[in-house]
């Protein structure tokens, strides 16, 4: 099997797609950096978001076990072809990402995602992964720096909102490097960064009722504006007082926000609402 990472620029003459979104990496080295500091396990399989050039398909073929390499655009693929004839380890798939049942692929028991993302289908791609059951060891990807701000901000940060939620519940998140927009080919509007997002096996905390956990932490934000109280009156069919002594009993404060609370903090409301929405046993007896 060849492992070798060559200087590979025959991508070059093929026009960007602006539709796409495809801004390109063709910097070899700055790649092996990047899989480097994510530290992919090479007994892993490896699934890539966006094969683009190949640039980043070719490093992953020198460390990982298998790559199944995933590209949309078709006048890529003649020459991901010709690399999955070079590399042993390698499967090209023509498809989008956010079409394909992952549950068809032989990724193995466990895998990792990697890849440089469309930056306006960023927040789906996320999605198609997070609370979806798949046994995902990690995911590594280029997003914008904006975006990674979001994923690594804890609260109080300007950049908390419900996308740090989201991913503070599944992962553990680290920016790995920045990435100038002067590395891309064509370059983007903004600076990137990559990002590590490590996948727990379980939540930071147990949660009773993960459907009530979601449904008030997106009231919380739907109705940012208004008071964790406010927000928690639209979806659950309590009386006022009853809120207000869940929230108490939290350690909330009564006029706090949805945004300013922590993963933890929105676990402990949901069991705390969770186990007031159980009959006592008195009641059930009777």
């Known amino acids: 099997m060849k492992r070798h990472v060559k200087p590979h620029h025959e991508f070059q003459a093929v026009q960007h797609k602006k539709d796409l979104g495809q801004h390109f990496l063709y910097d070899t080295e700055l790649l092996r950096s990047l899989a480097q500091k994510a530290r992919i396990p090479g007994e892993c399989s490896v699934l890539e978001i966006g094969a683009g050039a190949g640039t980043l398909t070719r490093v992953l073929c020198e460390t990982a076990s298998h790559v199944t390499a995933v590209e949309v655009d078709e006048a890529l693929i003649p020459a991901l072809k010709r690399m999955e004839r070079e590399y042993q380890n390698l499967t090209v798939v023509v498809s989008d990402i956010r079409k394909l049942n992952l549950n068809e692929l032989s990724l193995g028991g466990s895998f990792i995602v ?3 993302i469309p930056y306006s289908i960023t927040s789906q791609i996320f999605e198609l992964f997070w609370g979806k059951g798949y046994p995902i060891r990690q995911m590594s990807v280029m997003v914008q720096k904006e975006v990674a701000d979001k994923l690594t901000a804890t609260p109080g940060d300007k950049a908390f909102g ?44 147990p949660v009773l009722d993960e459907r009530l956990f979601w449904r008030i932490v997106y009231a919380g934000y739907r109705l940012r504006r208004k008071t964790l109280l406010n927000a928690l009156k639209t979806v659950l069919p309590f009386p006022v007082e009853a809120l207000q002594d869940i929230v108490r009993n939290t350690n909330l404060p009564a006029t706090i926000r949805g945004e300013a609370l922590s993963v933890e903090q929105w676990v402990a409301l949901s069991n705390a609402i969770t186990l007031r929405s159980r009959p006592s046993p008195a009641s059930e007896i009777r």
């Open 114 to 116: 990697i890849g440089n």
């Open 162 to 205: 419900l996308m740090s939620v989201r991913c503070g519940y599944y992962c553990t998140a680290e920016i790995i490097a920045k990435v100038p927009a002067s590395a891309f080919t064509p370059p983007p509007k903004v600076d990137s960064a990559f990002v590590k997002l490590t996948f727990r096996e379980a939540p930071p905390e």
